[in-house]
Structures are given as structure tokens and as C-alpha cells.
């Protein structure tokens, strides 16, 4: 989307971050314009099973994590509006339970329902 919103062809109201994008430092966070403490930021990530070895889940972070820091993944990264988050798996692991924590108490608010 970033692309569209540098050439022009749409206005970028807010990023979900709660930081700003380098690449459009003059668009405003939600929590900027009024909602404070929005911070919606996707991410992606490796899972493995739970019995995976140890040993095999530090070599596949570790080669992803070289991978995401070359130039050209940087590169391709930035011209997203994006940034790589680079972690360790235990780290990793504390991201995901703070999310699932926090969009549960979303879905409870919401009161969505599966029918």
C-alpha cells in the first residue's frame, strides 16, 4: 500500500504502529491522532511443534535472522514501510502470548460470536 500512498494516489490517514513508518514519517500513528495507545502491528513468524529440538529451533532462527539482515531484505523491507523484527525464539514466544492475550480480551469486548 505504501506505494500508492508515496505516488499519491491515496492519503494515508494514520499507521497502526505505535510508532511512525520511515518511510512516511509524516503520517501519524492512531494513538497520535486521538486513540491512545493503539498499536496494531502485524508480524510474521516461524512455528515449529512443540518437541521440536532445541538445538534445530536456534539454527532455523538463526539463519532466518541473518537472512532478514542483508541489505537486500532490508531493502525490500523499507520499500514496504515495513521493518524487520528480528528475536529470539523465547522472545518470539512472549510476543505471542501478549497478543493472544490482548485480541482475546478484544474478541470478549466485541462480543463476537461464531454461529
Same mark, same amino acid.
Do not use: C, Y
Given at each position: 500500500?505504501?506505494?500508492? =500512498? /508515496? @505516488?499519491? *494516489?491515496?492519503? +494515508? %490517514? !494514520? =499507521? /497502526? @504502529?505505535? *510508532?511512525?513508518? +520511515? %518511510? !512516511? ?91
Amino acid at each position: 500500500m505504501i506505494q500508492h =500512498v /508515496t @505516488s499519491g *494516489r491515496v492519503r +494515508a %490517514i !494514520a =499507521v /497502526t @504502529s505505535a *510508532r511512525r513508518v +520511515a %518511510i !512516511a514519517a509524516d503520517v501519524p500513528t492512531i494513538a497520535e491522532s486521538g486513540i491512545g495507545g493503539f498499536d496494531v502491528n502485524p508480524w510474521w513468524g516461524i512455528l515449529a511443534p512443540a518437541a521440536t529440538d532445541a538445538r534445530i529451533v536456534r539454527k532455523v532462527n538463526s539463519d532466518v535472522a541473518e537472512i532478514l539482515r542483508t541489505r537486500e531484505m532490508q531493502e525490500f523491507f523499507k520499500a514496504q514501510g515495513a521493518e524487520a523484527l528480528i528475536t529470539t525464539p523465547e522472545e518470539f514466544q512472549k510476543l505471542l502470548v501478549a497478543d493472544v492475550r490482548k485480541w482475546a480480551r478484544v474478541v470478549k469486548a466485541s462480543n463476537a460470536r461464531i454461529d
